[in-house]
């Protein structure tokens, strides 16, 4: 196995906001040692600059989808995990959106021993004729945390026995969608205040929504798609807002995808309210001009892998996302990674399911698109996809492992270059840089 020395690689702290350069050695793909450029390079090692990698705290993701159990057809609990090793992920929250759902105490227990049977969870996969597996990492830990559903059934009439889902180790408590019963709602907040631990809620209200599936607009109109307002999101934000002052349950608001939505994020935090947000990562990416124009070469207009919930905004809605997340008033980016079957992606817009995979893909897919273009510092990305998710978790912020990112490597987007068979993404044979290529742990 080939030991490599990569003098001069750009190492990030976000804790510390230092950047510094040190000499990594890669046995394989994994990182064997972390050196000032003072390090004498081990005699069998292969000297190879590394002036563009990049090493850092592992990701973390606070909230995704898993097929398992019950819709295995669109992805494995063990496909989930290698590909978020894939995207260097060290820690992944799974909603309680599964079949059986998370809503009792056995159903998390099942999990946890079904991770436990996964063969080659810390073990590097290669699927046949894999033209990058050379670049993956060996080996690599990933820590699953699980999602308590808010509500029996995440249907929103009944809460759970929140008591025993704490005790059985969930992170937090979530539906994993909107919530309409507001006394509900309030009971949640009660509950929440003595567990300590976080309501994730999705703020929707799906009267407003209607039928929508685009963002109220010109284009919704100009597309013949039902549209979705602003204030569908921005009305159940604004209500919360009222009822937050009067409880200490730490709330996270999830999926936030407007500038109004960010305008009351920041009205929230300047009340000094117990209370963090997210945003989708292909918001920050995508509007709702994709939606009808399509990305060249291979995304055609009306793409669905292009409809997401919530929907894309306007470019206006995207620039403030960016400026949200770069001001620290957006704490996280969320993966929202999920899986559909070919069937399922192949229908109309307005009728496929919304969502995209994301493991593989949001690291260097921001990089390109917001990195590259000097819309955000590497430093405040890695703090919005690493340190800050662990801490609305309620996570220690500091990782216990490192990755080593090349932000150069170019590959396409295909069949057998990820680690999960699902393909639902917009950037379905795209040609794209940036990828994983070794761990520390």
């Known amino acids: 196995m080939e030991t490599q020395c990569r003098p001069q690689v750009r190492c990030l702290d976000p804790i510390q906001g230092k950047e510094t350069r040190v000499t990594v050695i890669v046995r394989g793909r994994a990182i064997v040692a972390v050196e000032d450029d003072s390090y004498p390079i081990p005699a069998d090692a292969a000297v190879i600059p590394g002036e563009n990698l990049l090493l850092a705290p592992s990701l973390a993701d606070l909230y995704s989808y898993s097929g398992e159990p019950g819709y295995e057809d669109r992805e494995t609990l063990s496909q989930l995990v ?206 709702n001009e994709a939606i009808a124009h399509g990305l060249p070469p291979h995304t055609p207009h009306y793409d669905p892998n292009l409809r997401f919930d919530p929907p894309l905004g306007n470019e206006g809605d995207r620039l403030a996302l960016i400026e949200g997340v770069k001001s620290g008033v957006i704490d996280a980016i969320a993966v929202d990674h999920q899986a559909f079957t070919y069937e399922e992606k192949t229908q109309t817009f307005a ?43 309620g996570l220690p912020e500091v990782s216990n492992s490192r990755i080593l990112f090349d932000p150069d490597q170019a590959w396409t987007l295909k069949r057998g270059t990820l680690q999960t068979s699902a393909y639902n993404s917009p950037w379905w044979n795209h040609s794209l840089k940036g990828r994983v290529v070794a761990w520390e742990s």
């Open 82 to 287: 290698k590909t978020a090793i894939a995207g260097g992920f060290g820690d992944v929250a799974i909603l309680p959106n599964t079949d059986p759902p998370l809503d009792q105490p056995q159903t998390l227990q099942w999990l946890k021993q079904r991770l436990n049977q996964i063969e080659g969870v810390n073990a590097h996969h290669q699927p046949p004729g894999d033209p990058q597996a050379e670049n993956r990492p060996d080996s690599a830990p990933v820590q699953c945390h699980w999602w308590g559903s808010v509500t029996q059934g995440n249907q929103g009439k009944q809460l759970t026995e929140w008591g025993e889902l704490d005790q059985a180790g969930v992170i937090g408590f979530s539906d994993g969608g909107a919530i309409q019963d507001w006394r509900l709602l309030q009971r949640a907040l009660e509950y929440g205040a003595i567990a300590g631990k976080p309501l994730a809620l999705v703020p929707l209200n799906l009267s407003l929504r209607g039928n929508g599936v685009m963002r109220e607009g010109p284009l919704a109109i100009q597309l013949g798609l039902p549209p979705d307002p602003v204030m569908s999101e921005a009305a159940v934000i604004a209500s919360l807002l009222e009822l937050l002052p009067h409880y200490g349950t730490p709330v996270h608001f999830m999926r936030i995808s407007t500038a109004r939505g960010v305008e009351l994020i920041v009205q929230a935090k300047s009340q000094g309210l117990n209370c963090t947000a997210s945003v989708n990562w292909h918001h920050l990416l995508l509007s």
């Open 351 to 393: 009728e496929t399911p919304p969502g995209a995979i994301g493991y593989e893909l949001v690291l260097p897919c921001l990089w390109q698109g917001l990195v590259e273009k000097n819309l955000i510092t590497p430093m405040a990305l890695w703090r919005a996809l690493s340190t800050n998710p662990r801490r609305c978790l």
